[in-house]
């Protein structure tokens, strides 16, 4: 039984925005914080960004002023606005739900749950 579902990943431009949403099952929405990873090809899976169940959030360095996450309460569904695409973010996209942002930040990870992966790929 798939718990969380992912959409909106594609190919886009470098410089172009894509907007990647996750939805949950209403009692892993709210009783969990949530969360974005990206995998690229020969590399650790990394935390991009997560919210917490009170809207604190946490962004990797990388992805800091270009990518903005966000959970809609109504719809249990959480977001990940992504604008100025460059090549170097080009992966495997991974919604997770986890207890805490703190969880999710550690290596490896403390994940509840997981998204099957959206990939993104950006061209020059």
């Known amino acids: 039984q798939v718990q969380l579902v992912e959409s909106g990943g594609g190919l886009v431009q470098a410089g172009g925005s894509l907007r990647l949403s996750c939805t949950a099952s209403?009692?892993?929405?709210?009783?969990?914080?949530m969360g974005w990873f990206r995998q690229a090809p020969g590399k650790e899976r990394e935390l991009v960004g997560a919210?917490?169940?009170?809207?604190?959030?946490f962004y990797a360095g990388s992805v800091k002023g270009r990518f903005t996450i966000s959970r809609d309460n109504a719809r249990n569904t959480v977001n990940l606005q992504m604008n100025s695409l460059k090549p170097e973010d080009t992966a495997v996209y991974y919604c997770?739900?986890?207890?805490?942002?703190?969880?999710?930040?550690?290596?490896?990870?403390?994940?509840?749950?997981w998204g099957q992966g959206t990939q993104v790929t950006v061209s020059l």
């Open positions: 209403g009692s892993i929405f709210s009783s969990n914080d």
């Open positions: 919210v917490s169940r009170s809207d604190g959030t």
């Open positions: 997770a739900a986890a207890g805490s942002i703190e969880s999710m930040t550690v290596i490896p990870p403390r994940t509840n749950y």
